[in-house]
T-cell receptor, first 112, second 114 residues
Framework: DQQVKQNSPSLSVQEGRISILNCDYTNSMFDYFLWYKKYPAEGPTFLISISSIKDKNEDGRFTVFLNKSAKHLSLHIVPSQPGDSAVYFCAASSDSNYQLIWGAGTKLIIKP | DAGVIQSPRHEVTEMGQEVTLRCKPISGHNSLFWYRQTMMRGLELLIYFNNNVPIDDSGMPEDRFSAKMPNASFSTLKIQPSEPRDSAVYFC????????????FGPGTRLTVT
């Protein structure tokens, strides 16, 4: 049973437009959420995170939104750039356990 | 500062052979994680060490897999005997628990078992 779900395997967006990647979770005990970015032949790298006490966290072009009632979070990238083409993973954790539960990933393709 | 270091980057071996993957975590990090990534199952946690002690090995697929962390700067993941279904990319990650949830990943070892 997947506790963290990324239902879109891939997403194609025009350069300069907004990219929105979605993630749903089922475990109400999760209180910290992270987004990672992965290029081919490299390990995932941390992008941005959000605590459950917040509903928004922004870092430059990247903003993560958390809707606890819907158990849903999203990553917005504005404006999208060619270098953003990668696989994006959503991950979640609970305070009692520093292990991360991972989504299956969404491949983002930025078209020039 | 050096990130997480993994070796080898690529390993090709024949079924039945022993395979050893190595990881050096970031200096000062007290937790280490071994993951396996496949197309079918995505990113799976195999085992998690905290202060060199295995905390959760429930993700280790079977007895053919074993992991050790003899000191704070080195860990190994061993597969013996290897099988074709073990072919995957194996990642090591480290972090400082009690301070951060963010895990820092190595570049991975791509294992192919023929």
């Amino acid at each position: 049973d997947q506790q963290v779900k990324q239902n879109s395997p891939s997403l194609s967006v025009q350069e300069g437009r907004i990219s929105i990647l979605n993630c749903d979770y089922t475990n109400s005990m999760f209180d910290y959420f992270l987004w990672y970015k992965k290029y081919p032949a490299e390990g995932p790298t941390f992008l941005i995170s959000i605590s459950s006490i917040k509903d928004k966290n922004e870092d430059g072009r990247f903003t993560v939104f958390l809707n606890k009632s819907a158990k849903h979070l999203s990553l917005h990238i504005v404006p999208s750039q060619p270098g953003d083409s990668a696989v994006y993973f959503c991950a979640a954790s609970s305070d009692s356990n520093y292990q991360l539960i991972w989504g299956a990933g969404t491949k983002l393709i930025i078209k020039p | 500062d050096a990130g997480v270091i993994q070796s080898p980057r690529h390993e090709v071996t024949e079924m039945g052979q022993e395979v050893t993957l190595r990881c050096k975590p970031i200096s000062g990090h007290n937790s280490l994680f071994w993951y396996r990534q496949t197309m079918m199952r995505g990113l799976e946690l195999l085992i998690y060490f905290n202060n060199n002690v295995p905390i959760d090995d429930s993700g280790m697929p079977e007895d053919r897999f074993s992991a050790k962390m003899p000191n704070a700067s080195f860990s190994t993941l061993k597969i013996q005997p290897s099988e074709p279904r073990d072919s995957a990319v194996y990642f090591c990650a480290s972090t400082i628990t009690d301070r951060s949830y963010e895990q820092y990943f190595g570049p991975g070892t791509r294992l192919t078992v023929t």
